[in-house]
């Protein structure tokens, strides 16, 4: 992603430092900072506390806090692994990038875990920018096709999102964005609806600063004006990430997605989920019962942070004293809702048949 002009990744490797390096997306919008991360426990704080976020980088990261764990001790795969799986429950990615390195890194001796740990890290990281950009360029076959449909071109193409899908929640390109910047580069004149996403505001304060830095116009928007944007004919599609997918089809991402799917179809408005085959959960074949719905903390919907009128950063409580307070962080969207799923392979069904076989050919 371009940043002030300059290429970043959301997280790499510096080789000379022999540090992992991450994007603290905590600070954005107001600071860009990047934050060296030494050891395991930094790495399970840089999850839980959400200085990287997104499934797809969730993943990443923890591959590079095992890496982390054995540079330290040669031992400490099985208790890193362990620890790096409480950090965050919802998110697939998490799981399935451990197993994946887990099972290389059993296969060496114990003097070269750390180094066999890191070029896998480093390779994920690698694969994950591929699969993102993939996603991208078949999603942007269904943005052409929108585009050459649109009754009134003197009006850009109206794209609605919600949370931040975007660079910062994958290693580079997103899931979701990926696809808007990829119809940004093919020229296909766009305006996108961002949803705030409270409570933690990601599409405030990280998917318009990352639209910002691409030039890509945009309009930030209370999460509840979705649906009256698409009665009025303001939305001429839907595109948003995920955290899991169930073999059905079903979607789990951030919550208030569910409303904006039910919404779009309502209005006959196209939903889409751009989702590597990575987040694609084989084993499930519903969502509702079967997904953990991480539950987050009261702080986060009681108050809300930002800089005061002297630039400074701030937190301010929004609720009473003692508001007792619900704060689920994701929601599920039921296949039926979902017009298709965009992963590297193509824009799939959402059913169990268009999914079906994926799993022998995918990232798995």
Known sequence: MKINGSDYRSIWYDKNAGTVNIIDQTLLPHEFRIQQLQSL?????????????????????????????????????????????????????????LDRASSQIDSVDAAAKADKALAVACLMADEDVQVCEAIGEHGLELLQALWQQKKDTSQPLNVLTHCNAGALATVDWGTALSVIYKAHVANIPLHIWVDETRPRNQGASLTCWELEQQGIPYSLIVDNAGGHLMQIGKVDVCIVGSDRTTAHGDVCNKIGTYLKALAAQDNGVPFYAAVPISSIDFSLAVGHGAIPIEERHASEVTHIRGIN????????RITSQNAPVSNF???????????????????????????????RFGSA
């Open 41 to 97: 426990p930094e790495v399970c704080h840089a999850i839980t506390s959400m200085q990287v976020r997104g499934a797809p980088l969730i993943g990443v990261t923890a591959v590079f806090g095992l890496y982390l764990a054995l540079k330290h001790d040669a031992l400490a795969l099985a208790a890193a692994q362990k620890e790096l799986l409480k950090t965050r429950p919802t998110a697939v990615n998490l799981a399935w990038a």
């Open 309 to 316: 009128r002297l630039g400074n950063p701030s937190t301010v």
């Open 329 to 359: 962080g994701f929601d599920i969207t039921p296949a039926r809702l979902v017009s298709g799923i965009i992963t590297e392979k193509g824009v799939l069904p959402a059913s169990e048949k268009g999914l079906e076989g994926i799993n």
